[in-house]
């Protein structure tokens, strides 16, 4: 849990630490003053990146040189671990426990945190490159080597992509090999995962009250076989069709997702309200299998994505949040943010044009 956060020369936030140690944390504001960069500190205190942009200037107060992030984390031992974030126009440099870290893949054991924001309804509605970042997005915070895993697949296929536009058969029979290889290891994992998923989410749907299966996800891999060397197989079989065109046109990289309610495809569906339902349903089955495949409980940061929903729906979401870590919300002045704020201690804050306030009512 974090017990502290703030800032300096971030975004439009006004320099200074807050206290934030508390199960539910709320910030209230109208639009535009602040509340999503808030959630965004506490993002890049849990990720070393924004899950906004990847452009570190954008983050930099307008104006100024360099910001600095920090919070202070308490781990679930009772140890208190300060984080830093240092952010220039050309560097970023991230300090745990007082020293420089030399990769950010060091901050990803402290905790998960998960974002419910609002184009979430994209994963369901938008196109397959959303599906694959769903699923990658998944698969990075449990399994630490896929980033590796995707990096190498994508540095693959650019070469092989390259192979075709000139026609070099010689360098395709070594593409490819290799290609088959990663392209199973991933197939696998999205395969293995994706199954885990959709059980969680069929269980994530009764416990919010549904029968049946309302709510369905499935897995369409692109290039499906039987191991590695049927893989292989199939890109040497259809390798004539991909010189035509220049490009590989199965892979990982044109894997999709389909959701379907009660059996027929959402996007061609479902309502709006039905849509974002299924968006948060999905963040949450995304939290019970993250903390069923590493043991940790995620900080979950919620972005304004409770207003669509009808007040009995927004409760049930509310209740199937897991107690015993950290939620963080932002809502408009006049949302009813009392259900969030259960039985337990929970702090209120306004922010207005970038400052912070905490709420007298609520204190
Ligand atoms: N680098 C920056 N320097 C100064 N101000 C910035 C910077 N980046 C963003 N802002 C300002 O921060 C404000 C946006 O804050 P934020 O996105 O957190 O709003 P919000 O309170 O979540 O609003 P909404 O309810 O509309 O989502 C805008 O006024 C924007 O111009």
Not at 297 to 307: A, K, S
């Amino acid at each position: 849990m974090f017990l502290t956060i703030g800032s300096e020369g971030f975004r439009n936030i006004v320099t200074g630490t807050i206290d934030v140690g508390a199960p539910v944390v709320v910030f209230v504001g109208e639009n535009g003053q602040g509340k999503t960069n808030i959630l965004e500190l506490v993002y890049l205190l849990c990720y070393g990146v924004s899950f906004r942009t990847r452009q570190n200037t954008v983050l930099i107060t307008r104006g100024r040189s360099s910001c600095r992030i920090h919070g202070e984390f308490r781990t679930e031992e009772g140890y208190i671990l300060p984080i830093l974030v240092e952010i220039g126009p050309t560097s970023k440099e991230i300090f745990l426990n007082e020293k420089k870290i030399a990769n950010r893949k060091e901050l990803f054991s402290i905790s998960p945190c998960i974002v419910f924001a609002h184009d979430d309804i994209q994963f369901v509605v938008g196109s397959p490159l959303l599906h694959r970042q769903f699923m990658n997005q998944i698969l990075t915070l449990v399994d630490p080597l896929f980033l590796d895993s995707l990096r190498t697949y994508n540095r693959i296929l650019t070469s092989r992509n390259e192979a075709l536009k000139e026609a070099r058969e010689d360098l395709l029979e070594v593409y490819d090999d290799q290609l088959a290889d990663i392209a199973h290891q991933i197939t696998v994992k999205r395969e293995r995962m994706m199954d885990a998923f959709s059980s969680i989410l069929r269980s994530t749907c009764e416990e919010f009250g549904f029968s049946g299966n309302v709510f369905d996800v499935s897995y369409r891999p692109s290039l499906r076989g039987d191991g590695k060397e049927e893989l292989m197989r199939i890109l040497r079989s259809e390798r004539t069709q991909d010189l035509m065109v220049g490009f590989t046109r199965r892979g990982p990289h044109r894997d999709r997702l389909v959701f379907t309610m009660n059996g027929h495809p959402v996007p061609d569906y479902a309502s709006t309200g039905e849509i974002r339902l299924l968006s948060l349903l999905l963040r949450v089955a995304q939290t019970t299998y993250v903390r069923e495949s590493t043991g940790k409980t995620p900080i979950l940061l919620f972005d304004d994505v409770l207003l669509e929903l009808d007040p009995l729906k927004r409760r049930r979401v509310v209740e199937m949040i897991p107690h015993g870590r950290q939620s963080f919300f932002t809502f408009l002045p006049e949302e009813p943010i009392l259900q969030v704020l259960g039985g337990g201690r929970s702090l209120v804050y306004h922010v207005v044009e970038g400052r912070i306030f905490p709420d007298e009512t609520s204190q």
